[in-house]
Protein backbone atom coordinates (compact mmCIF):
# COMPACT_ATOMS: atom_id res chain seq x y z
CA UNK A 1 0.00 0.00 0.00
CA UNK A 2 1.55 3.03 -1.01
CA UNK A 3 -0.66 5.82 -0.06
CA UNK A 4 -4.31 6.28 2.21
CA UNK A 5 -6.18 9.61 2.12
CA UNK A 6 -8.91 9.49 5.22
CA UNK A 7 -11.29 12.31 4.08
CA UNK A 8 -13.68 14.34 6.55
CA UNK A 9 -17.41 15.68 6.05
CA UNK A 10 -18.76 18.67 7.98
CA UNK A 11 -22.05 17.01 8.88
CA UNK A 12 -21.17 15.15 12.60
CA UNK A 13 -20.24 16.31 15.80
CA UNK A 14 -16.03 17.07 16.59
CA UNK A 15 -16.15 15.00 19.74
CA UNK A 16 -17.84 12.25 17.61
CA UNK A 17 -15.49 12.53 14.44
CA UNK A 18 -12.46 12.21 16.97
CA UNK A 19 -13.62 8.62 18.07
CA UNK A 20 -14.33 7.70 14.67
CA UNK A 21 -10.59 8.67 13.48
CA UNK A 22 -9.23 6.66 15.99
CA UNK A 23 -11.62 3.52 14.86
CA UNK A 24 -10.15 4.13 11.36
CA UNK A 25 -6.58 4.81 12.19
CA UNK A 26 -5.85 1.52 13.82
CA UNK A 27 -7.45 -0.51 11.23
CA UNK A 28 -5.58 0.97 8.39
CA UNK A 29 -2.22 0.77 10.36
CA UNK A 30 -3.10 -2.98 11.57
CA UNK A 31 -3.56 -3.75 7.73
CA UNK A 32 -1.17 -1.63 6.03
CA UNK A 33 1.63 -0.60 8.44
CA UNK A 34 4.10 0.96 5.77
CA UNK A 35 1.31 2.90 3.75
CA UNK A 36 1.63 6.68 4.14
CA UNK A 37 -1.59 8.06 5.67
CA UNK A 38 -3.04 11.64 4.21
CA UNK A 39 -5.70 13.68 5.89
CA UNK A 40 -8.23 15.62 4.19
CA UNK A 41 -10.47 17.80 6.55
CA UNK A 42 -12.79 20.23 6.67
CA UNK A 43 -11.28 23.81 8.31
CA UNK A 44 -12.82 23.16 11.78
CA UNK A 45 -11.63 19.49 12.05
CA UNK A 46 -8.31 20.24 10.98
CA UNK A 47 -6.56 21.15 14.43
CA UNK A 48 -8.39 17.64 16.06
CA UNK A 49 -7.37 15.79 12.91
CA UNK A 50 -3.59 16.93 12.84
CA UNK A 51 -3.59 15.83 17.09
CA UNK A 52 -5.02 12.76 16.36
CA UNK A 53 -2.95 11.55 13.51
CA UNK A 54 -0.02 12.14 14.81
CA UNK A 55 -0.60 10.45 18.47
CA UNK A 56 -1.69 7.47 16.64
CA UNK A 57 0.75 7.30 13.57
CA UNK A 58 3.32 8.55 15.83
CA UNK A 59 5.16 10.84 13.29
CA UNK A 60 4.34 14.55 12.01
CA UNK A 61 0.95 13.51 9.83
CA UNK A 62 0.02 15.47 6.91
CA UNK A 63 -3.28 16.68 7.13
CA UNK A 64 -4.95 19.06 4.08
CA UNK A 65 -7.20 21.38 4.36
CA UNK A 66 -10.16 20.79 2.03
CA UNK A 67 -13.30 23.37 2.49
CA UNK A 68 -15.84 20.25 0.33
CA UNK A 69 -18.96 19.47 1.93
CA UNK A 70 -19.02 15.81 0.29
CA UNK A 71 -16.54 12.80 0.15
CA UNK A 72 -16.09 13.25 -3.24
CA UNK A 73 -15.68 16.93 -3.46
CA UNK A 74 -12.48 16.72 -1.10
CA UNK A 75 -11.61 13.84 -2.85
CA UNK A 76 -11.02 15.83 -5.87
CA UNK A 77 -9.89 19.70 -3.78
CA UNK A 78 -6.90 17.42 -2.72
CA UNK A 79 -6.24 15.07 -5.65
CA UNK A 80 -5.66 18.08 -7.82
CA UNK A 81 -2.90 19.65 -5.05
CA UNK A 82 0.15 19.54 -7.24
CA UNK A 83 2.39 19.05 -3.54
CA UNK A 84 -0.46 16.34 -2.87
CA UNK A 85 0.29 14.20 -6.65
CA UNK A 86 4.06 15.09 -6.08
CA UNK A 87 4.00 12.83 -2.69
CA UNK A 88 1.55 9.83 -3.08
CA UNK A 89 2.56 6.67 -4.35
CA UNK A 90 2.01 4.54 -7.26
CA UNK A 91 -1.85 3.53 -5.49
CA UNK A 92 -4.24 5.62 -3.78
CA UNK A 93 -7.13 4.15 -1.00
CA UNK A 94 -9.53 6.83 -0.11
CA UNK A 95 -11.94 6.40 2.73
CA UNK A 96 -14.58 7.66 4.48
CA UNK A 97 -13.67 7.81 8.19
CA UNK A 98 -17.41 8.13 9.33
CA UNK A 99 -17.09 3.86 8.00
CA UNK A 100 -15.30 3.25 11.07
CA UNK A 101 -16.48 -0.12 11.37
CA UNK A 102 -15.41 -1.41 8.17
CA UNK A 103 -14.04 -5.42 8.35
CA UNK A 104 -10.42 -5.18 7.56
CA UNK A 105 -10.61 -7.71 4.70
CA UNK A 106 -12.35 -5.24 2.52
CA UNK A 107 -9.11 -3.01 2.44
CA UNK A 108 -6.31 -6.65 1.16
CA UNK A 109 -9.83 -7.23 -1.03
CA UNK A 110 -9.81 -4.03 -2.62
CA UNK A 111 -5.71 -3.40 -2.99
CA UNK A 112 -5.22 -7.30 -4.73
CA UNK A 113 -7.97 -6.29 -7.16
CA UNK A 114 -6.93 -2.50 -8.18
CA UNK A 115 -3.36 -3.96 -8.18
CA UNK A 116 -4.49 -6.47 -11.02
CA UNK A 117 -6.54 -4.05 -13.02
CA UNK A 118 -4.92 -0.75 -12.12
CA UNK A 119 -6.82 0.98 -15.06
CA UNK A 120 -9.95 0.80 -13.03
CA UNK A 121 -11.33 2.16 -9.78
CA UNK A 122 -12.36 -0.35 -7.06
CA UNK A 123 -14.64 -0.23 -4.55
CA UNK A 124 -16.92 -2.00 -2.34
CA UNK A 125 -20.94 -2.43 -2.62
CA UNK A 126 -23.32 -4.19 -0.93
CA UNK A 127 -27.12 -5.23 -2.52
CA UNK A 128 -29.83 -3.03 -1.98
CA UNK A 129 -32.24 -4.39 0.18
CA UNK A 130 -34.93 -1.21 -0.59
CA UNK A 131 -37.57 -1.07 -3.32
CA UNK A 132 -36.28 1.39 -5.74
CA UNK A 133 -39.13 3.42 -7.60
CA UNK A 134 -38.00 5.87 -10.59
CA UNK A 135 -40.71 8.84 -10.75
CA UNK A 136 -40.93 11.11 -13.46
CA UNK A 137 -41.64 14.90 -12.93
CA UNK A 138 -44.76 15.08 -11.63
CA UNK A 139 -43.86 11.77 -9.09
CA UNK A 140 -45.97 9.20 -10.75
CA UNK A 141 -43.90 6.16 -10.97
CA UNK A 142 -42.50 5.20 -13.99
CA UNK A 143 -40.08 2.01 -13.10
CA UNK A 144 -39.51 -0.57 -10.54
CA UNK A 145 -35.52 -1.27 -11.03
CA UNK A 146 -34.83 -5.20 -10.73
CA UNK A 147 -33.16 -4.44 -6.69
CA UNK A 148 -30.71 -7.56 -7.90
CA UNK A 149 -28.90 -4.75 -10.37
CA UNK A 150 -28.28 -2.49 -8.10
CA UNK A 151 -26.01 -2.20 -5.44
CA UNK A 152 -25.00 0.38 -3.00
CA UNK A 153 -21.93 1.74 -3.09
CA UNK A 154 -19.24 2.23 0.13
CA UNK A 155 -15.58 3.15 0.67
CA UNK A 156 -12.57 2.19 0.73
CA UNK A 157 -11.99 3.53 -3.12
CA UNK A 158 -8.74 2.15 -4.70
CA UNK A 159 -7.54 4.20 -7.47
CA UNK A 160 -4.24 3.92 -9.48
CA UNK A 161 -2.52 7.15 -9.81
CA UNK A 162 -2.86 7.44 -13.12
CA UNK A 163 -6.21 6.94 -13.44
CA UNK A 164 -7.11 9.65 -11.21
CA UNK A 165 -5.06 12.07 -12.90
CA UNK A 166 -6.84 11.53 -16.04
CA UNK A 167 -9.74 12.35 -14.28
CA UNK A 168 -8.40 15.41 -13.79
CA UNK A 169 -6.36 16.01 -16.53
CA UNK A 170 -9.64 15.48 -18.57
CA UNK A 171 -11.94 17.81 -16.42
CA UNK A 172 -14.44 15.35 -16.38
CA UNK A 173 -15.46 15.93 -12.32
CA UNK A 174 -18.98 17.17 -11.34
CA UNK A 175 -17.83 16.55 -7.32
CA UNK A 176 -20.65 18.92 -6.07
CA UNK A 177 -23.13 15.60 -6.95
CA UNK A 178 -21.26 13.09 -5.81
CA UNK A 179 -21.03 11.83 -9.59
CA UNK A 180 -17.86 9.77 -9.17
CA UNK A 181 -19.34 6.69 -10.97
CA UNK A 182 -20.51 9.46 -13.99
CA UNK A 183 -17.42 10.87 -13.64
CA UNK A 184 -15.19 7.43 -14.33
CA UNK A 185 -17.93 6.71 -17.22
CA UNK A 186 -17.12 10.03 -18.82
CA UNK A 187 -13.34 9.91 -18.93
CA UNK A 188 -13.60 6.22 -20.09
CA UNK A 189 -12.55 4.88 -16.87
CA UNK A 190 -13.77 1.27 -15.56
CA UNK A 191 -15.09 0.68 -12.53
CA UNK A 192 -15.02 -2.59 -10.41
CA UNK A 193 -16.55 -3.25 -7.40
CA UNK A 194 -16.36 -5.94 -5.40
CA UNK A 195 -18.48 -7.72 -2.16
CA UNK A 196 -18.35 -4.97 0.85
CA UNK A 197 -20.27 -5.51 4.20
CA UNK A 198 -23.61 -4.15 5.78
CA UNK A 199 -21.32 -2.83 8.79
CA UNK A 200 -19.66 -0.92 6.96
CA UNK A 201 -21.65 1.78 7.24
CA UNK A 202 -21.42 6.00 7.53
CA UNK A 203 -21.95 6.96 11.02
CA UNK A 204 -24.66 9.61 11.95
CA UNK A 205 -24.85 12.03 15.03
CA UNK A 206 -26.42 9.79 17.78
Known amino acids: ?42 PQFCHIVTTIATINNGCAAQVFEAAGTTFIEQLYLVAARPDFQTDVGDFLCAHDVFRADMPPELLSAGYAICMEHPEC ?9 DTVKRVDAEMIIAETPERAALKRAQTPLFLAKQTLQRMLRQGKHNARTESFIFDCLQAGIAMRTYEGAYTNAKALNR
Open 1 to 42: MDSILMLYETDIQIERAAELLQKSIAIFVEQFPNGRIFYAAS
Open 121 to 129: AVFPSVQLK
